[in-house]
C-alpha cells in the first residue's frame, strides 16, 4: 500500500516498517523511531536491527527447461474457470492430467437453444434484446446486460472444462464463494470424499477496486481483500494442508513496486507474498510459489489499461508464455525460490 502511496503523492514521506515478535516493547519502540528517521522506504525491524527490504534475487528466476512430470494429483483452483487462471490451469493439466476441481462464485447459466453462439459482449446483448419476446428472456437493458455477462461467464467455464478435459485430465466446476468459510468447507468435504484428497493448491481468485489510497473506503480495501485474503485463509482451514505438494498464489508486480491507484489491491498480493514465504517455512516438503504477475493480454486489462501500459513502455504478457511460465516454476524451479516477479520478457 505504501509502495503505491509513493507513487501517487511523491512529495509524502511514507514509510512501512514491518516489526518482528519482540518481548521488549520498549526496544521495538526505539527501533521504529531510529526507522523514521531513515530515507522513505520499506523496513523490517528485528531483534538484532533494521534492516530496508529491497527487490533480492529471490524474486526473480530464468524458466527451466520443460519437463514432463509423472504424479497425478488432484488440484483444487480457485478463480479457475475463467481468466488467466484458466489459462495456467489447461497448462497444468497438459502437464500433470490427474483431476483439477475449479472453484467460481459464478453460476453456470444453460446457452439458449435459439440464441446464435456469440462471444462479444456488445452484440449479445443487442441479440438478447431483439429477442426480449423469447420465453423466460429479460426485458430492461440493465437486466439483459447481466444475463448477457452471466451466459458470457458460464461459455468460458465451459470452454475451460473442455481444455482441461482435452489436455487429458478430469474437470469439475464447483460454485462456492470461498468467503464464505461454512460454504466453503462442507463443498470441499463433500468434493474430498468423492474425488479424493486434494493434493495440489492454485489460488487465483481476485477481484478489483481501484482509487487512490486517500479516496479508498473500508469497504474498497475489504472487496479486494475478501477473495485474497480471507478465501486462502478459509481454503487452508478446510484442507489437510501437509498432502499438499504444491502451492501456487497468483500475486501481482504491484505488490512489489506498487502501482498509482491500487494501493488496496498491492497490500492484498503482498500478503500473498509473506504468506507463501511463511507457508514454505512450514511445509519443507511442498513446491510452494507466489507469481507476482505483470499485465497479461486479456484477464483485467482491458483496451484503455492496454494503451496506458504501451505509453509507458510496458509490454503485456501473452497467454501462451503465461501459463508456460507458470507450469514451468510450479513443477520445475528450485525449492528454495520461492516469489517471481514475471513480465513480457520471459517470453522472450
Not at 19 to 39: C, E, F, Y
Not at 201 to 227: C, I, K, N, W, Y
Amino acid at each position: 500500500m505504501v509502495r503505491s502511496l509513493r507513487q501517487e503523492r511523491p512529495d509524502a514521506e511514507a514509510y512501512s516498517i514491518s516489526i518482528a515478535q519482540d518481548t521488549n516493547p520498549g526496544s521495538v519502540a526505539s527501533k521504529v523511531i531510529q526507522a523514521l528517521s531513515l530515507p522513505n522506504g520499506d523496513y523490517s525491524v528485528q531483534r538484532n536491527g533494521i534492516y530496508q527490504d529491497v527487490l533480492g534475487e529471490d524474486h526473480l528466476s530464468p524458466a527451466p527447461p520443460e519437463q514432463q512430470s509423472d504424479f497425478k494429483p488432484i488440484w483444487l483452483v480457485s478463480g479457475g474457470g475463467r481468466g488467466v487462471t484458466a489459462d495456467c490451469t489447461a497448462e497444468l493439466a497438459r502437464r500433470t492430467g490427474g483431476t483439477f476441481i475449479l472453484l467460481g462464485r459464478s453460476d453456470v447459466t444453460p446457452w439458449p437453444e435459439w440464441l446464435p453462439l456469440e462471444r462479444d459482449l456488445k452484440t449479445l446483448r443487442g441479440l438478447l434484446a431483439r429477442n426480449s419476446g423469447q420465453p423466460g428472456m429479460p426485458r430492461k437493458p440493465m437486466e439483459i446486460d447481466k444475463y448477457a455477462r452471466r451466459l458470457l461467464a458460464s461459455l468460458e467455464i465451459s470452454n475451460t472444462i473442455a481444455s482441461i478435459e482435452q489436455a487429458g485430465a478430469k474437470a469439475r466446476y464447483i460454485q462456492a464463494d470461498i468467503g464464505d468459510a461454512n460454504q466453503l468447507h462442507t463443498a470441499l468435504q463433500d468434493i474430498q470424499n468423492e474425488q479424493g484428497r486434494i493434493t495440489g493448491l492454485v489460488h487465483g481468485a481476485g477481484v478489483l477496486a481501484d482509487g487512490t489510497a486517500e479516496s479508498l473506503r473500508p469497504e474498497d480495501f475489504q472487496r479486494v481483500f475478501g477473495p485474497k485474503v480471507s478465501g486462502l485463509e478459509n481454503i487452508l482451514a478446510s484442507l489437510d494442508v501437509n498432502s499438499l505438494s504444491h502451492i501456487a498464489l497468483f500475486s501481482s508486480a504491484s505488490a512489489v513496486f506498487g502501482n498509482e491507484g491500487q494501493a488496496n489491491y498491492a497490500a492484498a498480493n503482498e500478503w500473498l507474498n509473506n504468506v507463501a514465504l511463511h507457508l514454505a517455512g512450514e511445509l519443507p516438503a511442498t513446491q510452494v510459489k507466489a507469481f507476482c504477475w505483470g499485465p497479461w493480454q486479456g484477464g483485467m486489462v482491458d483496451e484503455a489499461l492496454a494503451r496506458m501500459f504501451a505509453e509507458r513502455g510496458i509490454g503485456l504478457i501473452g497467454k501462451a508464455d503465461g501459463a508456460r511460465i507458470f507450469a514451468d516454476q510450479l513443477l520445475q524451479s528450485p525449492h528454495d525460490q520461492i516469489r517471481f516477479v514475471v513480465g513480457d520478457d520471459w517470453g522472450e
